[in-house]
């Protein structure tokens, strides 16, 4: 029986761990993944059937970071997992060290690909998935996305292809926290809702509070939603989740976390980075 409490520590745990490396490696994007953590974590204790030790295995679950700039949020929680070592976490984004402040798998090899460029992450998935679908292979994917790169037309076309080859064996999650990197999504690309999106291009759909571990649990326990359809379960998260002075705020997609603002977040979540 999964141990909700113990995910939800664990979320303040990683939020602190992503916080602290934000500010030692002077790199933002940290609003960007303190939105997704729940998400992440959800699949990672609960969801994926890949362990360090079955990382290489073929028939692994495939995990697919498309929105890369929230790579701390990731990175604390491979480290969590024993898939890297925990000390690494104190050398991110330093010159030629394994985590980069967008995730390589040149530098990283458990990383299943390298992603940042956004709007690439659900046609390598979909490609990936389809691939092993033609060798009688098991394995499941999950790509995190973000809302905004939703604007980006790659995205619907790797949508149509998925549907149209029913890979129900493919999971999205979309961390709609309703901030792209200048501004509002909504301002940005106008109104749309998600979750009917992609209903509309074929794919079984819900959407449920993202910052709640609970609920995200939930809508995995249902997938695949639609037998023959690819799954997508839309997150509406607070950018900068868990940090109020961080919360629904357009400046800390880019913003390096100062000294008393490291201390203020790790006060308020009354929790210490995992590495420490």
Known sequence: MIDIPFLEKKAHEIRATCVQIAHDGK???LGSALSCIEGIISLYYYWLNVSPETVKNPDRDRFILSKGHACTSHYAVLADRGF???????????????????????????????????????????????????????????????????????VWEA??????????????????????????????MGYTCLEEKFKAFGWGACTVPGND???????????PFRKGRPTAIILKTKKGAGVSFMEDEVLWHYRVPSDDDLGNALNELGAKPIHF
């Open 84 to 154: 890297i070592p925990m000390e690494w976490l104190t050398r991110y984004a330093e010159t030629d060290e394994p985590l980069s402040d967008h995730p390589c798998k040149y530098a990283l090899d458990v990383l299943e690909c390298s992603s940042g460029s956004l709007g690439h992450g659900l046609g390598i998935a979909t490609g990936m998935i389809y691939g092993l679908r033609l060798d009688n292979s098991p394995a499941r994917a999950a790509v995190l996305m973000s809302d905004g790169e939703c604007n980006e037309g790659s």
């Open 27 to 29: 790199v933002g994007h």
């Open 213 to 223: 571990i609970k609920a995200v649990i939930n809508a995995l326990d249902g997938f």
């Open 159 to 188: 949508a149509m292809f998925a549907a149209s080859k029913e890979l129900d064996n493919l999971l999205v999650l979309v961390d709609d926290n309703g901030i792209q990197a200048v501004g509002r999504s909504d301002e940005i």
